[in-house]
């Protein structure tokens, strides 16, 4: 059989609303709920605040703000490294990728401590280990500081936030790998049965809960009393969903990315865009239904690590030439989600991944093919649409045409002549 490849049909571009809750100043905000922990920050103590959560905006500005606090008490703040077996579980790997994110002791002013070693402090009663690195008993108190949202991996009444920080963050390569090594129905309740142990034994006296909405802005910053953590951050977490940005349908015949990585995504492209897991022996998201992915390109921030290309259809030569497989490798060992790391068909130009996408969809007649294009899977405000998936888009208070379809171009080397790009880049 001789492959043709197809022409892709033509897009308007588009220009999505979502809810939009925001804090005007995260920096006073943080401030003003760090003080709500002042009463159990003692003069003459160390106070640990925990470090090392990508993607989380103005949290340079805000960890100066808690810095700030807890010196005005009296205390010694340092910055406690809290990303399991992330940065290869290493100190080293560890302060490369707080350096990346500007958390340095020159930049904020409080000394940086990382650790890789960790200890048993206990277990729950169906024999749950709870770890915690060497550094957490170095200080007399703990603030964890992190953001609430959905999990690209599982869900349920706690995800990404206090707990996991506490649990797999703080716990180091033991917590982590404890965390991974079990099922996904699992995860929610070893981060609570795990977090109530740590919350017990170790010096946390409270934290602090960041949530974005989906224009990557600070929408709600809260102070979390160590007595409550837990419940808050599930009422956090309900909240937070309501504020996810999404596809402008849930039913295509393909997406296209721009860019992967890990500043948007743990998993490179988000599983709850893109509506795939891909983990065995987990049964895959009901919606968004997406035929095929195919994605352009890999971000300079994720320095080689294309975790969650595994995830996707089609790509590029020039993606493939920027993975670094041992750091791509590493994450998923770790994860022990092995089929994200998989390289799916590559193609010279992206021109040619997407025609070949398209041959791959050639029983579509032309005007029903329907395709959204997105810069990545993080900003999805501004995209791409084929006429066939325009015509659903009769909510005009959320969406707004910025154009009407026109054809899709490429340049002389085969790229993407329109690209969205990211918000900074227009």
Same mark, same amino acid.
């Given at each position: 059989?001789?492959?043709?490849?197809?022409? /892709?049909?033509?897009? &308007?571009?588009?220009?999505?609303? =979502?809810?939009?809750?925001? #804090?005007?100043?995260? #920096?006073?905000?943080?401030?003003?709920?760090?003080?709500?922990?002042?009463?159990?920050? %003692?003069?003459?103590?160390?106070? +640990?605040?925990?470090?090392?959560?990508?993607?989380?905006?103005?949290?340079?500005?805000? @960890?100066?703000?808690?810095?700030?606090? #807890?010196?005005?008490?009296?205390?010694?703040?340092?910055?406690?490294? &809290? $990303?399991?077996?992330?940065? +290869?579980?290493?100190?080293?790997?560890?302060?490369?990728? /707080?350096?990346? !994110?500007?958390?340095?002791?020159?930049?904020?002013?409080? %000394?940086?401590?990382?650790?890789?070693?960790?200890?048993?402090?206990?277990?729950?009663?169906?024999? !749950?280990?709870?770890?915690?690195?060497?550094?957490? =008993?170095?200080?007399?108190? *703990?603030?964890?500081?992190?953001?609430?949202?959905?999990?690209?991996?599982?869900?349920?009444?706690?995800?990404?936030?206090?707990?996991?920080?506490?649990?797999?963050? !703080?716990?180091?390569?033991?917590?982590?790998?404890?965390?991974?090594? @079990? +099922?996904?129905?699992?995860?929610?309740?070893?981060?609570?049965?795990?977090?109530? *142990?740590?919350?017990?034994?170790?010096?946390?006296?409270?934290?602090?809960?960041?949530?974005?909405?989906?224009?990557?802005?600070?929408?709600?910053?809260?102070?979390?009393? &160590?007595?409550?953590?837990?419940?808050?951050?599930?009422?956090?977490?309900?909240?937070?969903?309501?504020? $996810?940005?999404?596809?402008?349908?849930?039913?295509?015949?393909?997406?296209?990315?721009?860019? $992967?990585?890990?500043?948007?995504?743990?998993?490179?492209?988000?599983?709850?865009?893109?509506?795939?897991?891909?983990?065995?022996?987990?049964?895959?998201?009901?919606?968004?239904?997406?035929?095929?992915?195919?994605?352009?390109? !890999?971000?300079?921030?994720?320095?080689?690590?294309?975790? +969650?290309?595994?995830?996707?259809? =089609?790509?590029?030569?020039?993606?493939?030439?920027?993975?670094?497989?041992?750091?791509?490798?590493?994450?998923?060992?770790?994860?022990?989600?092995?089929?994200?790391? =998989?390289?799916?068909?590559?193609?010279?130009?992206?021109?040619?991944?997407?025609?070949?996408?398209?041959?791959?969809?050639?029983? #579509?007649?032309?005007?029903?093919?329907? @395709?959204?294009?997105?810069?990545?899977?993080?900003?999805?405000?501004?995209?791409?649409?084929?006429?066939?998936?325009?015509?659903?888009?009769?909510?005009?208070?959320?969406?707004?045409?910025?154009?009407?379809?026109?054809?899709?171009?490429?340049?002389?080397?085969?790229?993407?002549?329109?690209?969205?790009?990211?918000?900074?880049?227009?």
């Amino acid at each position: 059989m001789t492959i043709t490849r197809k022409p /892709l049909p033509p897009m &308007a571009r588009i220009r999505q609303s =979502f809810i939009r809750p925001k #804090v005007d100043d995260p #920096v006073a905000e943080m401030v003003a709920q760090m003080d709500l922990l002042t009463p159990r920050i %003692k003069p003459g103590t160390t106070v +640990g605040i925990t470090v090392g959560s990508r993607g989380i905006q103005n949290i340079c500005a805000m @960890l100066e703000a808690a810095i700030g606090v #807890v010196r005005r008490c009296g205390a010694q703040p340092v910055l406690l490294s &809290a $990303m399991g077996s992330h940065g +290869g579980g290493t100190e080293e790997g560890q302060k490369e990728v /707080l350096d990346s !994110l500007g958390i340095t002791e020159e930049r904020l002013g409080a %000394k940086v401590i990382t650790c890789s070693s960790c200890r048993s402090i206990g277990q729950t009663p169906d024999g !749950l280990t709870a770890h915690m690195l060497d550094s957490a =008993f170095t200080v007399d108190a *703990i603030i964890p500081i992190n953001r609430v949202k959905t999990h690209t991996s599982f869900k349920g009444c706690v995800e990404s936030g206090m707990c996991k920080k506490l649990v797999v963050g !703080l716990g180091g390569p033991g917590g982590a790998g404890q965390f991974h090594s @079990l +099922g996904q129905a699992q995860l929610p309740r070893l981060l609570v049965d795990v977090s109530r *142990i740590i919350l017990e034994k170790m010096p946390v006296i409270g934290g602090v809960a960041i949530v974005e909405n989906a224009y990557e802005e600070t929408a709600r910053i809260q102070a979390l009393l &160590a007595e409550d953590m837990i419940d808050k951050e599930i009422e956090l977490l309900v909240w937070s969903k309501t504020l $996810m940005p999404a596809l402008p349908v849930d039913s295509l015949h393909g997406l296209v990315v721009e860019e $992967m990585g890990k500043n948007f995504s743990g998993t490179g492209v988000d599983t709850n865009i893109i509506g795939r897991l891909r983990i065995t022996g987990e049964q895959e998201p009901e919606t968004p239904r997406i035929r095929y992915v195919s994605v352009l390109d !890999l971000s300079e921030e994720s320095h080689g690590n294309a975790t +969650g290309i595994g995830l996707v259809d =089609f790509t590029t030569q020039r993606l493939v030439d920027k993975v670094n497989r041992k750091a791509t490798y590493l994450n998923n060992l770790t994860t022990t989600f092995v089929t994200r790391a =998989f390289l799916p068909t590559w193609y010279d130009t992206e021109q040619e991944a997407l025609e070949t996408m398209m041959f791959c969809l050639r029983s #579509v007649p032309l005007e029903d093919v329907r @395709l959204v294009r997105v810069p990545n899977t993080l900003y999805l405000t501004e995209c791409y649409v084929t006429e066939a998936v325009l015509r659903d888009l009769t909510d005009s208070s959320r969406f707004t045409v910025i154009h009407e379809p026109r054809p899709v171009v490429f340049d002389a080397e085969g790229r993407l002549a329109d690209r969205i790009g990211r918000p900074c880049d227009h």
